[in-house]
Structure formats: structure tokens, C-alpha cells
């Protein structure tokens, strides 16, 4: 089975069934010029040392140990060594913590090695442990790699860094002056994902830290598999690329499923071959499975298979593919042996069957037919030589200005038209790869909406220049430039990153498989499309974000990529693979149904999602499974989902709470998954109650009273961030029917002048100290009282881990009446600058007259940044009153003198000046803030009292005209109640 490379692809039969190889060696000669050859597959065959040097090396060189203990005398890290090359690290509060190993000084040159390997044991706790080597690959480069693979807290796991694909090359591109190279940083931190009940403090293991040279390099590649489909037997030949680095003879062991982890798939391959000195050898593994058998399992039903390359009786000699930091195996997949293949005649019948129960299918045709004619009028050109950017740089460069840019002509590609202030940018080159990114996307979606329309309508103009749209394509393709294809986020043809091309290959892949019954493509015509949509498929499965929005945004790509082309062992990854999409389903929500990362990425990961399931269900490929049911219950509870459809999901699950959602969608009009779908004659369910939810596992809190249409909320987190890595526990949102009534800075473009800002403290609606923000750790729930009336909610700080040291605070909310109640009592070990910070809409007008602070105003955030200017301030008082924009009162008390703020700031994906205000109450131990937040045209602040405040009682009053209310809280008996007298 073995060959010597260089014989070129072997020769494929033409019966049914087979299909043809999908990677035509033009477009691998293109990526060997190109200079980024093995950019979608296992980069194994690059030389970290020749095989000369190997030769002249002892074999035990090939293996160097790090000794943990020889980190820099600085580090504040809690480590100890416990036997031979094992060591314990321990975080006493959660707090992550790193060890600097001067590499240069152990005389190591990481360039010269393969792979960066240890053995982790979690012990009580998932853990992160991310190696960044400073001078890698160059001098001026800097190589990170995170532990985001399968582990298991009281075991052993193994952890392998590939040294020549790293995971931030594309953001880490310069390492800081300060920093040496050869700087080896090991940091261990808290891991995204969690357990329940997990303790505050981490604690780890490890073993045997190593950087390891292989004798003998090994290439996977996935693209080069063979498969066929029609016959008797469904199997899968891969070709194995082998390369002796040394001047001996090696024999070579193949172990093709090391892990044991096929079922129903068999595997055949030669498990020993000879490697004669300095010689390269390809080894083919078959993957099989017999048809009838595989007709009996759900369709793209997948195994994964590692194997493993060693050289007999040399240890560490071992390669198994990895991607940067996970392991990137090769796939037996059950084929979808039963695509829905449409044609004009099918669908527009298809279409007509449901337009009786969907009479706007009619505006909804219209507008895709809109669409595709406008799609007609242009050539849609390729651009020569250009790589795309981030597409939030395609904005004005006037500071003063930052408004949104349009080509000046619809096919511009290197004139622009600032929309707000009217400036024209010509030939500029930072703005036109910004529009390349947008322009990518257009083309995109005008491919999927001619192929649609020729669908709707049966004219073949449609689907003519749909074919040409995506011929062009990959036509051009070959050439096209990539970016940074080192990181595992980069490589991309479409976008400057994979996350920004999985947005476009979707819609190219939808639009692909709208054209599956046009006949006018030739064999080559789909051979050349496939080609071009899987390789740029295999570039963005190269990169994995643990289980946040990017990784569902790419399976959503390469998934449906896979779908649409047959490639099969593609889909198997995205479906069962290790970051696939039943892995997602289950460790990537809390048990509420809420992603890890939640807020704005929340939308993003269900949106990606929902549409990748959905497309799926069109082929017959049934994602719908029991519990991906709790991310559509989360979602539901979280609300002001805009982006997601609940269509496909209600025809599979039926469950009656979805209906209120579907009813508000269908009445804007018909989206293309109801008319795919959606179930007919919805049954109306009227006026629904709203619920107030408490999601432990996340530690959210939504407080909801009233009914859908007419409904208060408040949202309040104490365990995970709202949104990314942001430092905003006891954070609070306000709602009005499903509207947030204020605003914060958000999700900022991180190209954005001081989009850091985004994750600090103060810019959230919290509590501030110092001008520092909280450090990472959990808060812990008080008390939680859903009660439909007046629900409230009690949150606090854990008395050893609190989010400021030497700071204990407490948050409680309640909704009583009109009215969003905001509770904060903060008690320090010495004198602090206490801030309660507040964003609103517009300007807010102040109670008492404001007067500019000095210049150098203390304790504002990030004095670096500079981010917070022109601050304002009031008369000290005890009481006072901000009225926003939108009729939104806010009232504030305290025990203590206070002073209303306000600065100017600034916010928003593209970095708008904004508002921010803020009570402060200046070196302090105690500090109390009771607000109440009033909407209405014509609003009646309560009266607020402080009746009593001390760390283990707590007493509210809240006076409503004639009605009085008092909060009471027992912190030390953990309740909590809301009485009306």
C-alpha cells in the first residue's frame, strides 16, 4: 500500500457512486507557491531541524525536559515540585498565575523542535494551561497554544502543542520590547467551561513538560481523501506522507486507531514499514464500513480514528495530527445517502402547497427575486492580489466623524464614500481590504440569491450567473492570497481571519446546493466548485475557540460546506468532532441552556447554530436532539433574540412556550426557514404570563413581572460575565418590553481606538472601586424570590474570594410596580473611593448643577486608555436625581455624602463618544446606594428610605404615593422578602 511520493494522485474509477479526489494538485501547487502549503490539514512535513543535524544529534536529544522550577524568581506562582519532572500548582483564589522559563539561558531553541508536550491533572476543577514562546517563529514573532482539548478533572491528559501552527499568530504578530526572545510563559487559569459546584480555588498537576523533535515527520491530509460511496462497501483511503529526518534507516510502526475509538468502521493499513535514510514514503489508511450496514445508522453518523506514526524503540518518536493544540483525526462517516435534490418544478409546487397558510411566501419570493436581478446587472469581479481586513476598519478615519463607508460605485473596489460626512478615499489600502471583506460577502450572498431565484422562478439567467459567480471563484482561487497561514485562525482566502470567511462560505455553500439539479455545470465545472468551497472549508475547521460563538460559526461553515459538496469526513468533524457539533450541544451551555460566553455571543452561537441545524434538516440530517432543546429553553428565557428562528424548532419539539416567538416573527413577515419548516396554522395562544428565571449554573438572574406584551425585567449576573472575559459581576440591564431602556458601552470593534474599555468594570452598570476593575472570580446568590408581583433577588461577594480585595459587597434587585429597584451596600478594610456607575441614553439632566473637576480627577479607569474625560461634578449630598433620555428616572440615595458624575466616554461597535454617570462617595469604608429606576411619560419617583443597613440585616423602604413597600433581607439567613403595606 505504500508508495514513494512523487507518483501523483492515483488513478480514481468513474462508476457511480465514486467520488473524485477533492483537491486538484493545481491548487496544492498553488499553496506550495504561495508559500503556505498544509494550511488545511496537520502541518507535519515542515523541517524544524535537517536531517543532516538530526543525524549528528544523540537520540535522547530529541526529547528535552523543562524543569518547572526554573522559572524567573519573580513569578508569584504557588508551585512545588512533588516527585520527578511532576510538579503542583496551585491557585488559592482562582486568580491565574504564570511562570517566565528563559529558554535562551537553558541553551534551547524552541525553532529547532516539533511539538511542546505535557500531562495535566485537573484536580477538583477544569483548568486552562496556554504556553507563549516569545521569538517564535522569528525573532520578532510571538506563538501561544491553549489546553481547549477533551480533559477529565482527577486523570491524566495529554497535551501537545504543534509548534509551527499556533493559535494567535494572526493577533499575537510582535512580541513586547521588554520580553526576550526565547521567553517560554506558561500561564494556568480558570477554564471557560465549568463544573457545577466547582470550587472557587484551582489546583493542577503536571508532568513531564517536554519539547520534542520527530525523527521521522509525518503529514496527514484530509483533503486528499478518496472515497467511495456506490458500491457495496462505503470506505475512505487516506494518504499518510511520511519523511525520514535522519541519515539511518528507521522502521516505521502505524498504528491507524490508536484510541480504539471505531465501532461499526473497520480499519486497514500496513503496521510496519521500512524508512531508508533521508527517504519519503506515503502509507495509505482505508476506512470501511459495509453499505447495508451503514444504511441501518443515521446519516453523516461519524468515528474518528488517531493514528499514530512512531519509529520502533525510540521513545517520544510518536505524531499523531494535531491542529495547534487538538487533535484532528481522520473520519468513517455514513454519507447522506438520500440528499433532497431540488428543481424549479418540485419547489415552486413545493412553495404553492404552503402559500394558502403563508400568504407573505408571495413578498418574501418577491424580494429574493429583487435581489438576484440587482445580482444580474454586475460582473462581480475577482480582485487580483488583495487580502481582505477586518471589515470594522471600512469606516471614516475622521475621528470626529467614524461614519460608515459605501463604494463609490456598486463594484468599487478601491473608491469610497464616507456616508455621514461625505470624504472620498481612493487607493487606500487599509480601506479597501476592509471593503474587500464586505464585498466577499455581497458576492456571496448575490450567489446564493440568484441560485434561489432560478429555483423560484425556473429562468436559467438565475442560475447561469450563479454558476458563473462561484466558477469565477475558483477560477481565481488558486492565487488568491492568504493571511498569516502559521495561525490556526488565519489562512483564510475569504476573510482576514476564519471567523470573518465562515461568515461568507455559507451562503456560497446554500447557494452551491440550490444548483444541485442544474445541469448546465459540467462534471469539472462541480469538481472545480467543490475544490474551491472544501479547501476553503478545511482552512477555517483548522480553528476552534473552545465552545463560544467562533467555533459555532465555523462548523455552521465547513458543516454545511461539507453538506453541499459530499465531502463527507468533513461533515463527520463538524458533527462528531471534538469541537462538532453534538460536543457544542453538550459542553458548551450551562444547564440552563445559556452559552458560556452569554450577552451579545449568546446570540451569536444560537444564530450560527440554529442555521447550520436547520440547513441540515433540509438534507435529511436530523441535529434537533433533546439537548439541544435546552439551548432554545435558555434562549427563550434570555429573550430579544432577533438573529435566531424558532421555526424548525417548534415543528420538531411542539413545545407551545415557542409559539409567542413565532406568532411576533410571522406577523413581520415570512423568513425563508418557515417556508422550509414551519408548521401551519400556528394555534393562537393569547396574552402568556412572563416568568422571572434563575439560572444557578451561570449564575444569571432575570426578574420579570407582567405579560408579554406589557413586561418589566431586570437582568443581574454573579457568576459568569454577561459577555467575553468582560469584569462585570452584579452588572444590572433594565427592560421594557423586551427593549433594554439604557445603555453601555458593549461589544466595541477590537480595532477600535481603546476597545479594551469594553471589559472594564466602569464600563458596565456596577460598582467600582478605586477605578480598579473586579478581578475574576464568583460571586454567590443571597437570596431568590420569583414572586410574580414584586420578584427580587440578592446577590453578594464570597467572603474569601471577593471580586475587590478587602472589599465585601452586596447587590439586591426588585420590580415593584413601574419601578426597577437597585440595592448596594459595600464595606471596605480601609478608606476607598466608592463608585456606583450608571450609563443611560443621551445626555442626562442632573437634580443639582454640575462643575468641571480638575484634570487630574482620581480614580477614573485606565488612566493609559484615557477612556473616561470630562468629568463633571455635583454638590455632595445624600439624595439626587438623573432624568434620561426615553423617560427613564433614575433616583438615588445614600447613607453617606455623595457626588452625581458625569464624563464622557464612548461605546458601541465603532467606538461612538457616549455618556457615563456615576455617585461617588470618596474615602470610605461603608458606602450604601438604594436607586430606583422609574419609566413612564410622566414619572413619579418613589420615595427611598434606608432603614437599616448592617452586614447582616438589611431594611428597604420604597414609597409609591399612597403605597409604601419594605425590602427585608436576612444576608445570614440567605432570604429575602418584599412586603406591601
Known amino acids: 500500500m505504500n508508495r514513494m511520493i512523487g507518483n501523483g494522485c492515483r488513478n480514481q474509477s468513474k462508476n457511480e457512486g465514486c467520488v473524485r479526489t477533492r483537491r486538484h494538485w493545481r491548487h496544492a501547487t498553488a499553496r506550495i507557491m504561495a508559500g503556505v502549503f498544509c494550511t488545511a490539514f496537520t502541518a507535519c512535513m515542515m523541517d524544524g531541524a535537517s536531517g543532516a543535524a538530526l543525524a549528528k544529534r544523540d537520540r535522547d536529544k530529541m526529547v528535552v525536559p523543562i524543569d518547572l522550577m526554573d522559572h524567573a524568581a519573580e513569578d508569584k506562582a504557588t508551585i512545588k515540585r512533588i516527585g520527578p519532572a511532576e510538579y503542583e500548582w496551585h491557585l488559592p483564589d482562582g486568580v491565574a498565575q504564570s511562570l517566565h522559563i528563559d529558554l535562551t539561558k537553558l541553551g534551547i531553541e524552541p525553532s529547532e523542535f516539533d511539538e511542546f508536550r505535557f500531562e495535566l491533572m485537573p484536580e477538583g476543577s477544569l483548568v486552562m494551561v496556554q504556553a507563549i514562546v516569545k521569538g517564535l517563529p522569528s525573532d520578532d514573532e510571538v506563538s501561544s497554544w491553549y489546553s481547549k482539548f477533551d480533559i477529565e478533572i482527577g486523570e491524566w491528559n495529554e497535551g501537545r502543542y504543534d509548534l509551527r501552527v499556533d493559535d494567535d499568530g494572526i493577533y499575537f504578530s510582535g512580541r513586547f520590547p521588554e520580553d526576550p526572545a526565547g521567553l517560554l510563559t506558561l500561564r494556568l487559569s480558570r477554564r471557560v467551561l465549568g463544573v457545577p459546584g466547582e470550587p472557587a480555588w484551582r489546583k493542577a498537576r503536571l508532568r513531564n513538560p517536554r519539547f520534542v523533535r520527530y525523527p521521522v515527520a509525518v503529514e496527514f491530509r484530509l483533503d486528499e481523501c478518496q472515497m467511495e460511496t456506490g458500491g457495496a462497501e462505503v470506505s475512505y483511503t487516506y494518504t499518510v506522507h511520511l519523511k525520514n529526518r535522519t541519515a539511518a534507516s528507521q522502521t516505521v510502526l502505524v498504528e491507524p486507531d490508536s484510541k480504539g475509538t471505531l465501532k461499526y468502521f473497520s480499519v486497514t493499513t500496513e503496521k510496519e514499514v521500512q524508512l531508508p535514510p533521508n527517504a519519503s514514503l506515503a502509507v495509505e489508511i482505508r476506512v470501511s464500513i459495509p453499505r447495508s450496514q451503514a444504511l441501518r445508522l443515521p ?65 418574501w419570493r418577491k424580494s429574493v427575486a429583487a435581489h438576484a436581478e440587482n445580482a444580474c446587472k454586475h460582473d462581480w469581479p475577482m480582485p487580483e492580489n488583495m487580502l481582505p481586513a477586518h471589515d470594522a476598519g471600512y469606516r471614516c478615519t475622521d475621528p470626529e466623524c467614524r461614519g460608515r463607508l459605501r463604494p463609490a460605485s456598486a463594484m468599487s473596489l478601491h473608491k469610497h464614500v464616507c456616508s455621514k460626512c461625505g470624504k472620498v478615499y481612493e487607493n487606500n489600502e487599509g480601506i479597501d481590504r476592509a471593503g474587500l471583506a464586505l464585498y466577499y460577502g455581497k458576492r456571496a450572498s448575490a450567489t446564493r440569491a440568484c441560485a434561489l431565484a432560478w429555483l423560484l422562478t425556473g429562468e436559467d439567467k438565475y442560475a447561469e450567473k450563479a454558476s458563473s459567480l462561484l466558477l469565477s471563484l475558483a477560477a481565481a482561487y488558486p492565487d488568491m492570497p492568504v493571511n498569516n497561514a502559521r495561525s490556526t485562525a488565519g489562512a483564510s482566502k475569504l476573510g482576514v481571519s476564519t471567523l470573518l470567511a465562515s461568515y461568507i462560505l455559507p451562503r456560497l455553500a446554500e447557494g452551491y446546493a440550490f444548483l444541485s439539479s442544474y445541469s448546465d455545470l459540467s462534471a469539472d465545472q462541480r469538481s472545480d466548485i467543490e475544490s474551491t468551497l472544501t479547501d476553503e472549508a478545511l482552512r477555517i475547521a483548522r480553528h476552534c475557540v473552545e465552545y463560544s460563538n467562533m467555533t459555532a460559526e465555523h462548523l455552521r461553515a465547513y458543516g454545511s460546506t461539507a453538506i453541499a459538496t459530499g465531502f463527507w469526513p468533513l461533515a463527520g468533524e463538524a458533527v462528531y468532532g471534538e469541537f462538532g457539533w453534538h460536543e457544542l450541544v453538550e459542553r458548551g451551555y450551562s444547564e440552563g441552556g445559556i452559552a458560556h460566553e452569554a450577552g451579545a455571543y449568546h446570540r451569536a452561537i444560537f444564530h450560527a447554530m440554529d442555521e447550520f441545524a436547520a440547513f441540515a434538516l433540509e438534507q435529511n440530517v436530523n441535529l434537533y436532539t433533546e439537548r439541544f432543546k435546552r439551548v432554545y429553553d435558555g434562549s427563550l428565557s434570555v429573550g430579544n433574540l432577533a438573529a435566531a428562528s424558532y421555526e424548525a424548532a417548534y415543528t420538531v419539539y411542539r413545545d407551545p412556550a415557542y409559539l409567542r416567538i413565532l406568532q411576533g416573527r410571522r406577523g413581520k413577515g415570512t423568513s425563508g426557514q418557515a417556508i422550509f419548516h414551519g408548521t401551519l396554522g400556528l394555534a393562537d395562544v393569547g396574552d402568556i404570563p412572563i416568568t422571572s428565571t434563575h439560572m444557578p449554573g451561570a449564575g444569571y438572574i432575570f426578574l420579570r413581572r407582567g405579560q408579554a406584551g406589557d413586561s418589566y425585567e431586570i437582568r443581574l449576573n454573579y457568576i459568569k460575565y454577561f459577555d467575553r472575559d468582560e469584569k462585570d459581576r452584579f452588572s444590572t440591564f433594565f427592560l421594557r418590553n423586551g427593549r433594554q431602556l439604557e445603555t453601555m458601552p458593549g461589544r466595541m470593534s477590537y480595532g477600535d481606538y481603546n476597545a479594551e474599555f469594553m471589559y472594564a468594570t466602569a464600563a458596565h452598570n456596577t460598582v467600582v472601586i478605586d477605578g480598579q476593575d473586579q478581578r475574576a472570580v464568583h460571586g454567590r446568590l443571597v437570596a431568590y424570590e420569583p414572586d410574580p408581583d414584586t420578584p427580587l433577588a440578592v446577590v453578594a461577594t464570597a467572603s474569601d474570594t471577593p471580586l475587590y480585595e478587602g472589599v465585601q459587597q452586596l ?87 455623595m457626588q452625581l458624575c458625569r464624563a464622557l466616554t464612548h461605546g458601541g461597535y465603532g467606538g ?68 406591601k403595606h
Open 912 to 979: 461612538r463618544p457616549m455618556e457615563v454617570t456615576f455617585a461617588r462617595v470618596a474615602n470610605t469604608r461603608d458606602a450604601s446606594f438604594l436607586a430606583a429606576f422609574t419609566w413612564g411619560d410622566k414619572p413619579a419617583p418613589p420615595a427611598l428610605t434606608i432603614i437599616e443597613n448592617t452586614p447582616d440585616e438589611i431594611r428597604l423602604g420604597v414609597d409609591i404615593g399612597p403605597r409604601t413597600y419594605a425590602i427585608d433581607i436576612d444576608v445570614a439567613g440567605k432570604t429575602a422578602k418584599v412586603v
Open 299 to 363: 446519516a453523516l453518523y461519524a468515528e474518528p480514528l488517531v493514528p499514530k506514526i512512531s519509529v520502533k524503540g525510540m521513545p517520544d518518536s510518536d505524531v499523531i495530527p494535531i491542529m495547534g493544540y487538538r487533535s484532528w483525526p481522520l473520519w468513517g462517516v455514513v454519507p447522506i445517502f438520500n440528499r433532497k435534490i431540488w428543481t424549479p418544478a418540485t419547489f415552486q409546487a413545493f412553495l404553492d402547497a404552503r402559500a394558502l397558510a403563508m400568504p407573505k411566501i408571495a413578498d
Open 811 to 897: 447587590r439586591a434587585i426588585a420590580l415593584i410596580e413601574n419601578n426597577y429597584i437597585v440595592f448596594d451596600a459595600v464595606r471596605c478594610d480601609k478608606p476607598r473611593t466608592v463608585d456606583r456607575y450608571q450609563y443611560g441614553r443621551g445626555q442626562a439632566a442632573f437634580s443639582s448643577q454640575l462643575t468641571p473637576a480638575d484634570s487630574d480627577f482620581p480614580h477614573v479607569p485606565h488612566p493609559d486608555f484615557n477612556p473616561i474625560t470630562k468629568v463633571a461634578v455635583g454638590a455632595p449630598g445624600k439624595q439626587g436625581v438623573l432624568k434620561f433620555k426615553d423617560n427613564f428616572t433614575m433616583t438615588v440615595v445614600s447613607e453617606q455624602d
